[in-house]
């Protein structure tokens, strides 16, 4: 024991949150006791509603605390016929600050990796194929990241609308905008050539 | 809104901790959601507790939830009749991480400063009155941080410990052990020089 025992507890329950080991645990607990039980109290009522009210969106899976998230509920979000698939719910953020995408989404909540046990069912594979077979889209968007198993569950996505005629296509791997070529990795600079668009 | 509406508020409560911006937060709110929602429970309720129960100690200003901190119940505490004055509870671990110090601690929970409103009563001399005067004490030693405010705040505590003809003592101002000469700044160093001792 170090401080008092729920000193101590306190302490070691910040641990379970990501990048915060036993120094910055230590101070996050006497900054709060210090200076802000408020916002601790506020904290700890919303940390507990939202584990126990936040769950997937039935239609896309999504977090939402909602049956339906906002996305998948909006009508005119089906209008364009298109669905973006993504790897987590922080992607759609990016993808909707962009304010180029109108269709819908649908989250894997990771990516295939048999070597961990993550195969089809783990991502909700299943509930996709559902949603690709409801004639309700032309076009299926991958927007899964640009790593190897970002590449492969992108690839067995597309395999499946292959089976339903749908288009499936991929995002665009190039060079960043702002980038300098001078500092882009062979196989970025590789996609980029090979992707080249007429001007 | 960014996600739903509780997952936009628990990104904002988690910004109440030090060091924790809008990335890091977001970071947080989806790794327990995804990951541990048990661990994070375990955290709201722990949070709920600590804000609720963690007071000061009665007797030496610590934070703790019983009435008198563990150390200031130790009767065995008492019999070096030396106390250790210092800024924070955190300051109270390091001490006793050295084994040296056998007697009992005041904890200042700060240090005078006027500019920002805190005087003598802000960080609880006249508590530190009473037990000065109670007789229980033949060394006060001062162990503020060698900061300006630091050694502004251990040079009144001294002057309080004259009137009650107390041996008031500070901790040695030096190089470090383990550091190298050559990187010590200056005014150190010359404290280094005129604290030396006789081998």
């Known amino acids: 024991m170090k401080f008092s025992p729920l000193i101590d507890e306190l302490i070691d329950a910040f641990k379970v949150l990501p990048g915060v080991g036993p120094k910055s645990a230590q101070r996050m607990a006497f900054q709060l006791l210090e200076r802000n039980r408020s916002g601790a109290l506020k904290l700890s009522q919303i940390l507990h509603d939202a584990m126990e009210h936040v769950q997937h969106c039935g239609s896309c899976r999504t977090f939402t605390e909602a049956e339906i998230c906002e996305i998948c509920s909006s009508a005119k979000r089906a209008e364009s016929r298109q669905l973006c698939v993504v790897e987590s719910p922080q992607d759609i953020v990016a993808i909707e600050q962009t304010a ?49 198993e970002g590449e492969a569950t992108a690839h067995y996505i597309a395999q499946m609308c292959k089976s339903y005629d749908l288009q499936a296509t991929r995002i665009a791997h190039g060079v960043p905008v702002g980038g300098e070529l001078e500092y882009i990795d062979g196989n970025t600079l590789s996609h980029a050539f090979s992707g080249r668009r007429s001007l």
């Open 100 to 148: 180029e995408f109108k269709g819908r989404y649908f989250v894997l909540m990771g990516h295939l990796s048999p070597i961990d046990g993550i195969g089809p069912n783990e991502i909700g594979l299943h509930i996709l194929d559902k949603r690709l077979a409801s004639n309700a889209y032309d076009e299926v968007i991958l927007a899964t990241n640009p790593t190897v």
